[in-house]
């Protein structure tokens, strides 16, 4: 590629906008790439020169969303234990703000397969004082895959809980479970 970075960046992002924008009308298994680069103006070749397919799309918009939570929480999270209310209130604002695409990326489709990698990208990053061990990572998978999976449940739901409710359960379960759970086994926090 070949163009400038700003038209190259436009072209993709225009891409990806049409895939959401498909997404919103119909299962992203059934999009084609056709809808896509009609919808975005532009022909399959140009497609193909961002993207392999319409998963590789996907991946790219999941890559998008993940680095930019992960930029978020590096500038905020500084000094601050991920068992604190403040470490989920970044993640669920950054779901918030994405959630145009965050409720296609956790959509029935492709919810296990982003979830897995919202808790590989962000919290296998969280690293408690100690050796990890396969209980400790046990533990923390239990955990955050609780976690990520009511935040993205609560998120489509249309009866939700307030991000105030949902961050008290998040703060109940990290310190009646997760923490004695650790210290109980000498895991160390």
């Not at 700003?6 to 225009?14: F, K, L, N, S, Y």
């Not at 970044?90 to 965050?102: A, G, L, R, T, V």
Request: hydrophobic residues 35%; glycine residues 2%.
């Amino acid at each position: 590629m070949n163009k400038q970075p700003e038209i190259t960046d436009a072209t993709r992002e225009a891409l990806v906008n049409a895939f959401f924008q498909s997404a919103k009308k119909k299962n992203i298994d059934k999009i084609t790439i056709r809808e896509i680069t009609d919808l975005a103006g532009y022909n399959r070749t140009t497609f193909y020169r961002y993207f392999e397919d319409v998963y590789a799309l996907i991946e790219y918009a999941e890559d998008e969303f993940l680095k930019n939570t992960r930029k978020i929480l590096e500038e905020k999270y500084t000094g601050l234990s991920f068992g604190e209310k403040q470490f989920f209130e970044i993640i669920i604002n950054c779901f918030h703000e994405n959630s145009d695409k965050i409720s296609i990326l956790i959509s029935e489709q492709n919810h296990s397969h982003f979830l897995r990698r919202i808790k590989r990208n962000i919290a296998s990053n969280v690293s408690e004082l100690g050796t990890d061990t396969p209980k400790k990572r046990v533990v923390r998978d239990i955990y955050f895959s609780g976690i990520f999976y009511a935040i993205s449940v609560n998120l489509q739901s249309k009866n939700s809980l307030s991000d105030e409710d949902l961050l008290d359960i998040i703060q109940k379960l990290f310190n009646n479970w997760y923490r004695s759970e650790m210290e109980n086994n000498n895991l160390v926090l």
